[in-house]
């Protein structure tokens, strides 16, 4: 199985990059890959129950459909730790499918060969 | 779970990139085969230190993670 890294840095604050990355890690999914979407700066507001479910972008399902896609198939969000703890949210409530994890996992699965996609 | 160590490390509430980087240089200081003991709060630090011992090839020689802070004996690679 080939590794797919998608690093994404926004959440509500830009609707569309936030849906095109998960539509993307989506495509990975489907195409067999181990996918990890790596959620730092905004983007670890995904990773907190009901955040993620008013986003949208026009022509896409809503994000909180392709967050159940793709956690739902095995799909892995990391969640940067200082990033989550520097906006005050619940670290004891994250959403199926989230785990903290920093820089190093990071790191190494880049160094396992996972190809990566930064939105 | 105890194991000796030879140096310790207070990272505190550090994480992500910047708790491994603690380790890095404090690693410097120690001779090879020596046991660093690394307290930690950060929610991910079990998962950065595994990671980054698998990638450096230092050996993550225990670990508690029920103890506040959590504590990691890394022993430098020979």
């Known amino acids: 199985m080939s590794k797919l890294l998608i690093n994404l ?3 509500k604050d830009n609707p569309d990059k936030t849906v095109v990355a998960f539509v993307v890690a989506n495509a990975g999914v489907a ?7 790596f959620l730092n700066i905004e983007a670890v507001r995904l990773a ?3 955040l993620a479910d008013d986003i949208a ?8 459909e392709l967050l159940e896609a793709f956690t739902g198939n095995g799909g892995k969000l990391w969640v ?3 990033c989550f703890n520097a906006r005050g949210l619940d670290k004891d409530n994250l959403i199926a499918g989230a785990s903290f994890a920093g820089g190093a996992p990071v790191v190494e699965f880049l160094a396992q060969g996972a190809a990566s996609l930064s939105y | 779970m105890t194991v000796e160590a030879d140096d310790s490390l207070d990272a505190g509430e550090q994480g992500c ?5 603690l380790i890095f240089e404090k690693m410097k200081s120690l001779a090879p085969g020596r046991t660093l003991l690394v307290a930690a709060y950060d929610a991910a630090a079990e ?6 011992c698998r990638t450096t090839g230092n050996d993550l020689l225990a670990q508690d993670t029920h103890a506040r802070p959590k504590r990691f004996w ?5």
Do not use: H, Y
């Open chain 1, 48 to 50: 907190v129950p009901g």
């Open chain 2, 74 to 78: 890394i022993r430098k690679r020979v």
């Open chain 1, 31 to 37: 195409a067999g890959q181990e996918v990890v979407v």
């Open chain 2, 47 to 52: 998962v950065d230190i595994a990671a980054w």
């Open chain 2, 17 to 21: 990139g910047e708790l491994v980087m």
């Open chain 1, 80 to 82: 940067c730790p200082p």
């Open chain 1, 9 to 11: 840095t926004t959440a």
């Open chain 1, 57 to 64: 972008s026009p022509g896409f399902k809503p994000l909180k």
